[in-house]
């Protein structure tokens, strides 16, 4: 196989991936979501020995609306559970509406994507769970300092008081929920909490035609890292994952955004006592999933009280961010199996970021920086492809010569290789050698909540979305045009017509894409041109002098 055909090949392997993700793949059957104003909640766990409970299709009731404001964020909290209902990112534009905020968290328009917490206790069945209607102090807060506390005070539930406090701080997406629990009664109390994210399996907004990220379930612990489990996979009763934990947390991922209970703080012990006191479970109940933690607390003796603050983070997947609250936090921004190249070349972005402050001059450094190390193995690939493209006179009239003959073709071919000292797939190793690190620097790109609303040049204040007026497309693919006249023609006339197509078919879907990707890809495709020409020259040139001499 000659690099030409490689190249098509990868190429349309890539095409055919992508439009059957798009347009042919089996899509998830039509979720049942819920919808507010009715009665019945999802069950909360039976004891304290038991993991939170599946959501079920059952509707969420609503409740009096107490409504937060901070400088990052506005959230509705409602009485009724005393969930966190909805959660909008300040910083962040709708991917549908620039002029309104990024919603994450929804009970609204037929979407269900909620916190929810509560207590439980096989000696006090009384004790609230997402179904008790809390009391607060007033329904609108907004956050004047560096931090602000909302207090929501359960019905004493034989004896027991339980305050629950949301604490929402300066600049922060990490919000903390605090149970404090005073056993006014007559018997010593183990309660269980459980803190819970609860969501419909809905795409969330504005995922791209060609960009399909992962979007579901995840948990991390010290002992067994990242696990994810797809929403296919719950509603199969599927999914392998770590069940019982010492730290951690268990979260919702998207494109560019997460939700997640925090077991272990970065500031902060472990609300785990030991492996069996804290526990994972991810279910699914028709059509509404739950990823979910419990933790067993010490038994309360009558008149004394305890304090647990299990803090929720809900906001972008911003690494600087992420590696600041928690280990294992940063594993949200997945990048699958090439982990290896993706993390290292990202970390590679965000340094050349601190030196530019622009995130596009930061993904033409790093081109550069990529296509400078591989260098050395480009090279050998172009030097092998322009003695190719030099012996394409004489392989068109060896075609000619044996004509239908391909036996004896093919084996004049390889005296003529030889003869040479040519390596017909001196072409291919090298690049082969390259397309991970390629598709480790697609996901980077693609993965990086960075890249959201971040400016470049001119009409570029979005590397997320695509080019509007489609200027880098339209250049990638006349760069990918332009190389093909650089490389040795097929011999196969199929082929040449493919070679011809390819560009444009191609790049047809970078229309598509986001513009920090397609920079990304036209500056590589630029710089190889120049790396190739100047190649392909200084090979003619020692020729010339070979045979002047």
């Not at 196989?1 to 059957?20: C, N, P």
């Not at 598709?439 to 979305?465: C, N």
């Amino acid at each position: 196989m000659d690099s030409k055909r490689l190249i098509i090949f990868i190429v349309l392997s890539m095409g055919i991936l992508l439009l059957w993700q798009e347009y042919f793949a089996p899509k998830p059957a039509p979720q049942q979501v819920a919808q507010t104003q009715t009665a019945s909640q999802p069950d909360a766990p039976a004891s304290h020995t038991a993991s939170a409970q599946p959501a079920d299709a059952a509707k969420l009731s609503a409740g009096q609306r107490i409504r937060v404001s901070t400088d990052v964020i506005k959230a509705e909290i409602d009485t009724v559970g005393g969930d966190l209902r909805q959660l909008d990112l300040l910083k962040h534009d709708s991917a549908t509406d620039a002029k309104k905020p990024f919603e994450l968290l929804t009970d609204k328009n037929g979407r269900v994507y909620v916190a929810q917490t509560g207590l439980v206790a096989a000696s006090n069945p009384a004790l609230p769970t997402h179904k008790t209607v809390y009391s607060a102090e007033q329904s609108s807060y907004t956050l004047s300092g560096d931090s602000l506390q909302v207090k929501l005070t359960a019905p004493v539930a034989n004896g027991v008081q339980v305050v629950k406090t949301y604490t929402f701080k300066k600049g922060s997406y990490d919000i903390g929920v605090r149970f404090d629990i005073h056993n006014g009664g007559s018997t010593p109390l183990a309660p269980t909490a459980y803190y819970r994210l609860l969501r419909d399996g809905q795409a969330p907004e504005g995922e791209g035609r060609f960009a399909h990220t992962f979007t579901g379930p995840a948990v991390y612990t010290s002992d067994n890292k990242f696990q994810k489990v797809s929403f296919d996979d719950l509603a199969k009763g599927k999914g392998d994952y770590a069940k019982n934990a010492t730290d951690g947390w268990v979260g919702m991922l998207q494109h560019y955004f997460m939700t997640a209970w925090v077991l272990k703080p970065l500031d902060a012990a472990s609300v785990c006592k030991d492996e069996k006191s804290c526990h994972f479970e991810l279910k699914d109940s028709n059509g509404l999933y739950s990823a979910a933690a419990t933790v067993d607390l010490k038994v309360i003796n009558p008149g004394q009280t305890a304090s647990i603050t299990v803090p929720l983070y809900a906001g972008p997947e911003d690494y600087s961010v992420l590696t600041k609250v928690a280990d294992g936090l940063e594993y949200s921004k997945d990048y699958g199996w090439v982990h290896i190249f993706a993390s290292p070349l990202f970390w590679l972005l965000t340094k050349l970021h601190g030196l530019v402050q622009n995130w596009g001059w930061a993904i033409v450094l790093l081109t550069l920086t990529v296509k400078a190390i591989f260098y050395p193995l480009t090279a050998a690939s172009y030097r092998s492809m322009a003695k190719m493209k030099a012996l394409a006179p004489r392989l068109e009239r060896m075609k000619e010569q044996y004509g239908d003959d391909r036996m004896k073709f093919q084996q004049a071919v390889m005296e003529m290789y030889k003869s040479e000292k040519v390596n017909p797939l001196g072409g291919c190793l090298p690049m082969l050698i390259q397309i991970p690190v390629f598709i480790g620097l697609y996901w980077a790109l693609l993965a990086s909540v960075e890249l959201r609303q971040a400016p470049w040049i001119l009409w570029y204040t979005d590397l997320a979305r695509p080019d509007p007026f489609y200027v880098l497309p339209v250049i990638m693919a006349a760069t990918m045009f332009l190389q093909t006249f650089l490389n040795p023609p097929p011999t196969d006339p199929m082929q040449a017509k493919m070679m011809k197509i390819m560009p444009v078919a191609f790049s047809a879907m970078f229309f598509f894409f986001p513009a920090g990707l397609v920079l990304y890809y036209a500056v590589n495709n630029i710089l190889s041109i120049a790396q190739q020409w100047y190649i392909n020259k200084s090979i003619e040139n020692s020729k010339k002098v070979a045979l002047q001499s």
